[in-house]
């Protein structure tokens, strides 16, 4: 069975610093990744994807993230965060050979300091 | 276009109630998730449909918990005798397909069991 962590529960930093969340997975074949973002009392709004090729992918609001197969890593990144960038963030793998259901890390919330 | 929307987005009930949360998915789609989020569990699958196919039940917590989907199209879960444990964000999704496409998340109905 598939597995996702995220070991960081709290991450605070400064509007303008750089940003990395962290995403371990576990699956037995290769993976469909992905970052989704959730504001409060909001639903979740996918912010990139990885699903085969370019290691690096792009996503919305400025965010990327890297598949290292290596490490089962899928780390979100962003160079400079705004204000507006705070929420949870939940990292989560897709079963293709069981409908795609995702299995979600446990989130990472982020906090913004002016 | 529009997206997946839920009702009601509140519920409160008395324990021992049955309760029916709806998804109507983005037109077109023929994959249907639903979705649990508590403190205690973090997110979790529930059900799978995809189009005419039988439903993945795997991952209903007990059998209390039951999904229909109606026409390929709008799904109903219902929760009979509810528990306090109960009390989360019922999250649904849907996608053109199940496999390798991106889910689409409603913003979630929160049910309170009292």
């Known amino acids: 069975a598939q597995s996702v962590t995220q070991p960081d529960i709290h991450i605070t930093v400064s509007e303008g610093a750089s940003l990395e969340l962290r995403c371990n997975y576990s699956?037995?074949?290769?993976?469909?990744l992905f970052w989704y973002v959730q504001s409060p009392g909001q639903g979740l709004q996918l912010l990139l994807k990885y699903f085969s090729g370019d290691t690096l992918v792009q996503g919305i609001k400025g965010f990327e993230a890297e598949f290292k197969r290596s490490q089962s890593s899928f780390n979100l990144r962003k160079p400079s965060v705004h204000w507006s960038d705070a929420a949870e963030y939940f990292c989560?793998?897709?079963?293709?050979?069981?409908?795609?259901?995702?299995?979600f890390g446990g989130g990472t919330r982020l906090m913004v300091k002016p | 276009g529009a997206g997946v929307s839920q009702s009601p987005s509140n519920k409160v009930t008395e324990k021992g109630k049955d309760v029916e949360l709806r998804c109507d998915p983005i037109s077109g789609h023929t994959a249907l998730y639903w979705y649990r989020q508590s403190l205690g569990q973090g997110l979790e699958f529930l059900i799978y449909f995809q189009g005419n196919s039988a439903p993945d039940k795997s991952g209903l917590p007990s059998d209390r918990f039951s999904a229909e989907r109606t026409g390929g199209s709008v799904s109903t879960l219902t929760i009979q005798r509810t528990q306090q444990e109960d009390s989360a964000v019922y999250l649904c999704?849907?996608?053109?397909?199940?496999?390798?496409?991106?889910?689409?998340f409603g913003p979630g109905t929160r049910l309170t069991v009292t």
């Open positions: 699956y037995g074949a290769t993976p469909y």
């Open positions: 999704a849907s996608s053109f397909r199940g496999g390798n496409h991106e889910q689409y």
């Open positions: 989560a793998v897709g079963a293709l050979d069981a409908g795609n259901m995702l299995t």
